[in-house]
């Protein structure tokens, strides 16, 4: 179970602070890192990538793996999978950790 501490404004998951009111979700072709940057620097506290396909990276699509690619100034930053078969979106995580988000946070809600 995760553990969610919020005060004043504050909330840490997993020892990530997020310290801010906030969030940029993670939109499929919006938000790419210009994007991002631009949501940081008007007072996003934490960043997703565009929805990335588990099976887009488990079948080793190139324009997949871009979608996980992220700039330091853009932490905390968090990568989204989507899918529906566990085994491909267990894969897809490990694929996900080499790039080193602070989060990776999984989808089995959209197509």
Known sequence: M???NVHWGMVKIFGL????RAVLAPMAGITDT???LLARECGASLVFTELVSADGLVRNSEKTFRLMEFLPGERPIGIQLFGSDPFILGEAARFAESKQPDWIDLNFGCP
């Open 2 to 4: 995760p553990q969610l």
């Open 17 to 20: 602070d997020i310290d801010g």
């Open 34 to 36: 210009p994007f991002r």
